[in-house]
Structures are given as structure tokens and as C-alpha cells.
């Protein structure tokens, strides 16, 4: 059981950052593979990144790429994104994701994970 709790949301203009933080229950953190997805009003839910138990891959869908960079510490069950020159278009709901590093089925679908932590809302002005 995995227990994920966001932080670092917020209201940032048009080519800010933001930086968000999620914290993991457990002694396991390393075990599970960690996702950030987001969802706007009437949206599906989708990826932003991906990162792997060591944190030696990574994916990012085209929308993020270049802008966004996921990281984790698993010394402090954490793991971060970091937003660049965001745009209107990245306002939505954040979330972190987890599931175990053994599980199949597309990392990229948020059906395949397990626990999810409550959101975090990023609000972009233009």
C-alpha cells in the first residue's frame, strides 16, 4: 500500500515555473514505477511524465517535452516535476501516480496504475 500526498501547486503566468512535489508513503518507494498526470474540465486523464525505480528513464509525451523534467529522490520516497515555460493550455489538475515496477500494460495509461495521491491544481494565465 502506497499513500501519495502532491504539494506545490498553484497560479503562474504564461512562461513561469512551477515545481511539484510528491511524497510516498512506505518503505517500497523504489519499487514502483512514478507517473504525473494531469486532467482539465471535461478531459481525459492524461500522462505528462513517467520515471522508472531508479530514475534512469523517463518519458514525456510531445505536449511536455523539453518543458517538463521528472526526478525522484528515493532517500526521501519522493519524486518532483518540474515545469517550464508553462502555457494556458498546462492548467489542469496534477496528480502522481504509482504502480508496482512489475505490473504490465502501457505506462503512458493511467488504468494501470494503483495509487494515486489527491491532486494538485496548476493554474496558467496568459
Known amino acids: 500500500q502506497v499513500q501519495l500526498v502532491e504539494s506545490g501547486g498553484g497560479l503562474v503566468q504564461a512562461g513561469g515555473s512551477l515545481r511539484l512535489s510528491c511524497a510516498a508513503s512506505?518503505?517500497?518507494?523504489?519499487?514502483?514505477?512514478m507517473g504525473w498526470f494531469r486532467q482539465a474540465p471535461g478531459q481525459e486523464r492524461d500522462i505528462v511524465a513517467t520515471?522508472?525505480?531508479?530514475?534512469?528513464?523517463?518519458y514525456y509525451p510531445d505536449s511536455v517535452k523539453g518543458r517538463f523534467t521528472i526526478s525522484r529522490d528515493n532517500a526521501k520516497n519522493t519524486v518532483y516535476l518540474q515545469m517550464n515555460s508553462l502555457k494556458p493550455d498546462d492548467t489542469a489538475v496534477y496528480y502522481c501516480a504509482a504502480r508496482p515496477t512489475t505490473k504490465s500494460g502501457s505506462y503512458s495509461s493511467f488504468k494501470t496504475y494503483d495509487y494515486w495521491g489527491q491532486g494538485t491544481q496548476v493554474t496558467v494565465s496568459s
Open positions: 520515471i522508472n525505480w531508479s530514475g534512469g528513464s523517463t
Open positions: 512506505g518503505r517500497t518507494f523504489s519499487s514502483y514505477l
